[in-house]
Nanobody, 119 residues
Framework: QVQLVESGGGLVQAGGSLRLSCAAS????????MGWYRQAPGKQRELVAV???????KYADSVKGRFTISRDNVKNTVYLQMNSLKPEDTADYYC?????????????WGQGTLVTVSS
């Protein structure tokens, strides 16, 4: 009952910037949390950043000071501004949303968007 559409991935040189977007649509009564995870080849999926109801944020230590998560409550969209990108940031990035929907609270994942940082 909730769909996510991600955009913004691509190829960038080290030191560059990208902004990811994830728009949620469908039957949404309220959104409890919106976040970004990433998974590099051969590694487990890991939390990058999350923003919860009320605006509190949490970041992985590896991205603190470089990435900023923000949310547009009107558009039900979450953004991830990524600056000073490093080759080790290369991964598939997945949007994650926890929302009150039908029939109950749902956790939904996006399809993933690839970010490649060249050295």
């Amino acid at each position: 009952q909730v769909q996510l559409v991600e955009s913004g991935g691509g190829l960038v040189q080290a030191g560059g910037s990208l902004r990811l977007s994830c728009a949620a649509s469908g039957i949404i009564f309220s959104i409890n949390a919106m976040g970004w995870y990433r998974q590099a080849p051969g590694k487990q999926r890991e939390l990058v950043a999350v923003i919860i109801n009320g605006g509190s944020t949490k970041y992985a230590d590896s991205v603190k000071g470089r990435f900023t998560i923000s949310r547009d409550n009107v558009k039900n969209t979450v953004y991830l501004q990524m600056n000073s990108l490093k080759p080790e940031d290369t991964a598939d990035y997945y949007c994650n949303v926890v929302a009150d929907s039908v029939p109950a609270r749902l956790e939904v994942w996006g399809q993933g968007t690839l970010v490649t940082v060249s050295s």
